[in-house]
């Protein structure tokens, strides 16, 4: 198996507004503003360099300064970034998103130029930098829904990830669907929340453990729902494992599923399975959101 971990998606500046207080529509409060590097495949990318890991980026940034300035940033954090495409014509991806004292509030993704860069992306999987047709890459590979349909569809079929141990999130749940044609890959690993299983299910799930156990009934070969501070819930063929997280203040909710994806990863990638996996997992969700790890 190859050692190399690869995050495949979405590079993008993060502007977030946050506030402690409860907000509503149309709420005009005081607060503070930051724009940092994000992304979920950087963010995975982050998580897995800090716990010792040594990611690959395979995703699209402009040739711009907001992509020279990403880049970089992601170079200081462990994250390797030669393998990025980098488009003469297409600018860095953007996202914004608004937080209150009652959680997230609204934010938009603006992932146009990793959509357009289509499967230039993947170039590295074919042309022998990290695999080709007869010898395909057969390491970790996260990967999040904000590819475009069409290439997530040819992903599930076609030779680049076919062996890969693949780990899969939907972005958000406005992407669920689109994670769907992954379902036939046979090692894939789901990281949902309740209402993103609930999407990809066609109904909403009761509870955690009934989401995890109908996406592996659907073809997952493991399954992870998350849902607030209710229980978290991991299936496979042999059954469900369930742990609440701790119980913490919650002074931010953005890069909380992808911190939860990297720890699990890199726990995994360290030898730990089953219930230890997911305690670590849980435990550094729960430190992102109380504000103790950076984004």
């Known amino acids: 198996m190859d050692s190399r971990v690869i995050c495949i998606g979405s590079v993008l500046w993060d502007t977030i507004g946050r506030t402690s207080r409860t907000l509503g529509l149309g709420n005009d409060v005081a607060g503070y503003i930051t724009r940092d590097p994000g992304g979920v495949a950087l963010n995975i990318a982050v998580g897995l360099a800090r716990l010792g890991a040594s990611p690959e980026l395979l995703s699209a940034v402009g040739r711009d300064v907001d992509g020279q300035a990403i ?21 860095t991806d953007r996202y914004m998103a608004i937080e209150g004292g009652n959680g997230l509030i609204a934010a938009v993704a603006d992932a146009h130029s990793l959509e357009a860069a289509g499967d230039k992306i993947l170039a590295p999987l074919v042309d022998g930098r990290l695999g080709d047709a007869d010898t395909p890459f057969d390491g970790v590979a996260a990967l999040d829904g904000n590819l475009s349909e069409d290439l997530l569809a040819h992903i599930a079929d076609g030779p680049w990830l076919a062996r890969a141990d693949l780990r899969v999130a939907p972005a958000s749940p406005g992407k669920a669907l689109r994670l769907l044609p992954l379902l ?40 992870l729902v998350t849902h607030g501070a209710d229980p978290c819930a991991m299936a ?60």
Not at 71 to 91: H, N, Q, T, W
Not at 191 to 219: C, F, K, S
């Open 184 to 223: 036939r890959h046979p090692s894939a690993v789901f990281y949902v929340n309740l209402e993103e299983a609930g999407l990809m299910l066609g109904a909403p799930q009761p509870d955690t453990a009934a989401a995890a156990r109908a996406l592996v009934a659907r073809g997952a070969s493991r399954a």
């Open 71 to 91: 880049l970089e940033a992601a170079r200081v954090r462990g994250v390797g970034c030669d393998l990025v495409y980098v488009s003469e014509d297409l600018p």
């Open 236 to 295: 496979d063929a042999s059954g469900v494992l369930q742990e609440p997280p701790p119980l913490v203040t919650v002074t931010r909710v953005t890069g909380a599923g992808d911190t939860f994806m990297a720890a699990h990863i890199a726990a995994e990638l360290s030898g730990a399975r089953g219930a230890p996996a997911l305690h670590a997992a849980l435990a550094a969700a729960a430190a992102h959101v109380s504000g103790e790890s950076p984004v």
